[in-house]
């Protein structure tokens, strides 16, 4: 039997800066085939069995690699996962091959109903045990490796036990799962509740990360007067952002990495340049690893 793409690439993530897949950009994409790591796209959005979403990633999936990022799995939810939802989310992954797999640390399901949000966790050994036994049941599922990515949180759980970093080394011990890092969520994380992102990131299990997505920030204030920031995904990454991923790099070295820019999207001249400012900043870690292995 013919595989389904003869001439598809390598599926492996190189360690470079790709963008997330939208309906606007394919044509630009299939016409001229950017010099581009890789493209992300959401699951959901290729559940469906054909259609011309699936006549064009096919194409694309020729010529680049493919993450997949899942958002409805509601890894923390209370309930059981969605095994239907589950077996459409293998489908996509068996057909595409995509070289990473992720989903989120958050729950968006109660009983039959889903939220258009993902929403936060006590950090607490009983949600630990549940959450862990779900990411089990998905990479069984999926026959693959999951990266779990840390959340954007605008409140705090005074049941929490555990820090969010202690947290998530947990998981990874007791699932073997790896991590994604999201520096904005950090950033907007450290912003609402008023702690420090460098403590955070020289705590965070960096050792087990395997891609690192970027976005942008909607500034706001609270009801105090306090800054606010709301990860919208909705504009360039921040300067404050640029600023973490470089320290992240610098000291994990470069990593796969992706623009997140969901609304408002660009012209896409502008989300590529955003990737180009990412390879450079991977770039230079990639030269300093070299120099520090060469002594």
């Not at 493209?39 to 064009?56: C, D, K, L, T």
């Not at 009983?126 to 089990?136: F, G, R, W």
């Not at 990495?257 to 340049?273: C, H, K, R």
Request: hydrophobic share 40%.
């Amino acid at each position: 039997m013919t595989a389904a793409f003869p001439s598809r690439i390598d599926a492996a993530l190189p360690q470079r800066a790709g963008v997330g897949l939208k309906g606007e950009h394919v044509p630009e994409i299939l016409a001229n085939r950017p010099d581009i790591g890789f493209f992300e796209i959401h699951a959901e959005n290729y559940m469906e069995v054909g259609g011309a979403p699936h006549r064009h990633l096919e194409t694309i999936r020729r010529d680049y690699p493919l993450s997949l990022h899942g958002v409805g799995l509601s890894i923390g939810g209370a309930g059981p996962l969605d095994r239907d939802h589950l077996t459409r989310l293998r489908k996509v992954a068996d057909r595409y091959e995509p070289g990473l797999f992720s989903e989120h640390l958050a729950w968006s399901t109660h009983d039959t109903t889903y939220y258009n949000d993902l929403l936060p966790l006590p950090y607490t050994e009983a949600t630990l045990a549940h959450v862990v036994s779900h990411i089990n049941q998905v990479q069984d599922a999926m026959g693959r490796q999951m990266l779990l990515e840390n959340p954007s949180t605008y409140v705090a759980f005074a049941e929490s036990t555990l820090s969010e970093t202690a947290f998530l080394r947990e998981i990874v011990q007791r699932t073997g799962c790896g991590l994604l890092l999201d520096v904005n969520n950090v950033h907007v994380s450290a912003t609402n509740h008023g702690w420090s992102a460098e403590t955070y990131l020289s705590e965070f299990p960096l050792d087990q990360v395997q891609e690192i997505h970027l976005g942008g920030h909607a500034p706001d204030i609270d009801d105090d007067g306090l800054p606010l920031l709301i990860d919208a995904h909705d504009r360039a990454v921040d300067q404050e952002v640029w600023r973490l991923f470089a320290l992240v790099a610098n000291r994990v070295g470069p990593l796969p990495t992706l623009i997140e820019w969901d609304n408002d999207v660009p012209a896409w001249p502008v989300l590529l340049d955003e990737a180009r400012s990412a390879d450079r900043i991977l770039s230079g870690a990639a030269s300093r690893e070299l120099r520090r292995a060469h002594g």
